[in-house]
């Protein structure tokens, strides 16, 4: 069974950077999508970013459009979260979730319930 595990976290001040990595094992993640999702103390979880099972397409959420990049590394069976200009609103725990043979479009590639295996997430606090 797939698992996924989730790294990279951490206290960055606001303008900086991380990378989160996204690393599976019991299975391949060449057909699954991949969604990085957050949650801040008391809100719900959103949807950050999500990547495509093959074409490389990839959709944001507006608050981290030109900020965050995410990609996939299949033969590493990794996915990875690129955060850059980090701001006080990012902290959160982020997650991410392998969605099995799952074509995301731009209006349901947040869809949690699409999405099968849940790494155990990993902090992120932007402060100064």
């Known amino acids: 069974q797939l698992q996924l595990v989730e790294s990279g976290g951490g206290l960055v001040q606001p303008g900086g950077s991380l990378r989160l990595s996204c690393a599976a094992s019991?299975?391949?993640?060449?057909?699954?999508?991949i969604g990085w999702f957050r949650q801040a103390p008391g809100k719900e979880r959103e949807g950050v970013s999500c990547i495509s099972i093959s074409d490389g397409s990839t959709y944001y959420t507006d608050s981290v459009k030109g900020r965050f990049t995410i990609s996939r590394d299949n033969a590493k069976n990794t996915a990875y979260l690129q955060m850059n200009n980090l701001k006080p609103g990012d902290t959160a725990v982020y997650y991410c979730?392998?969605?099995?043979?799952?074509?995301?479009?731009?209006?349901?590639?947040?869809?949690?319930?699409?999405?099968?295996?849940w790494g155990q997430g990993t902090q992120v606090t932007v402060s100064s």
């Open positions: 979730a392998a969605a099995e043979y799952f074509a995301p479009d731009a209006n349901a590639w947040h869809a949690q319930g699409e999405y099968d295996c």
């Open positions: 019991g299975g391949t993640l060449d057909f699954y999508a």
